[in-house]
């Protein structure tokens, strides 16, 4: 049992570059997101995905783009970085439930650090 | 959500018991209390949660007072590993549409010395 997992651990990307981030949970949840962390900073939701087929804009949503492929993946795509977009990306997910009753506790993954020049 | 306030740093010498602190005063009748962590350059983690009653886990302990206005995480035998920034995070349980986030706010950090 993997948790979340995500690809790359490391970018460097140029100015105007595009590329997608990747993420993976083997937990059968049903909710996951993406959030954004700079430096000194608490995190910031980007996209989040409540269940497969569904995607929503969080508090930071301009210049991503994000696809739910299925029930485990959910991935994040820069079409055209931008220096302020250098940051550390986590994958989080959920078992979240409209009809449950439990509290809805995240899990992370590791992160991806990217660097935009 | 309701707020949370926490210090900002705190130090623990190893083998001893951390007690952290939240005041959540604001706290509303269907909101748990979360605690995650950060240990640097990682992913954050979940440690425990709980809604009225103390809690439990292999990691930590969770006491929540009668009016639960605030909490303490304690962790029974600090190790160096231990050393990160500590979250406090109160939210609707089940949260469903414009809920999903979770704030996370400054947080404390715990120094576990040798």
């Known amino acids: 049992n993997a948790g979340v997992t995500q690809t790359p651990k490391f970018q460097v990307l140029k100015t105007g570059q595009s590329m997608t981030l990747q993420c993976a949970q083997d937990m059968n949840h049903n909710s996951m997101y993406w959030y954004r962390q700079d430096p000194g900073m608490g995190l910031r939701l980007i996209y989040y995905?409540?269940?497969?087929?569904?995607?929503d804009k969080g508090e930071v949503p301009n210049g991503y783009n994000v696809s739910r492929l299925n029930k485990r993946e959910f991935s994040l795509r820069l079409e055209s970085a931008a220096p302020s977009q250098t940051s550390v990306y986590f994958c989080?997910?959920?078992?979240?439930?409209?009809?449950?009753?439990?509290?809805?506790?995240?899990?992370f993954g590791p992160g991806t650090r990217l660097t935009v020049l | 959500d309701a707020k949370t306030t926490q210090p900002t740093s705190m130090d623990c010498a190893e083998g001893r018991a951390a007690n952290l602190p939240c005041n959540h005063s604001t706290i509303s009748g269907n909101e748990y209390v979360y605690w995650y962590r950060q240990i640097h350059s990682q992913g954050p983690q979940y440690i425990i949660h709980g809604l009225k009653n103390n809690e439990t886990n292999e990691m930590a302990s969770l006491i929540i007072t009668e009016d639960r206005k605030s909490s303490t995480l304690i962790l029974p035998h600090a190790t160096l590993r231990d050393t990160a920034v500590y979250y406090c995070?109160?939210?609707?349980?089940?949260?469903?549409?414009?809920?999903?986030?979770?704030?996370f706010g400054k947080g404390t950090l715990l120094t576990v010395n040798p």
């Open positions: 995070i109160v939210r609707v349980g089940n949260s469903g549409g414009s809920n999903y986030k979770l704030t």
């Open positions: 989080a997910s959920s078992i979240y439930s409209a009809s449950g009753k439990t509290a809805d506790t995240q899990y």
């Open positions: 995905s409540a269940s497969e087929g569904t995607t």
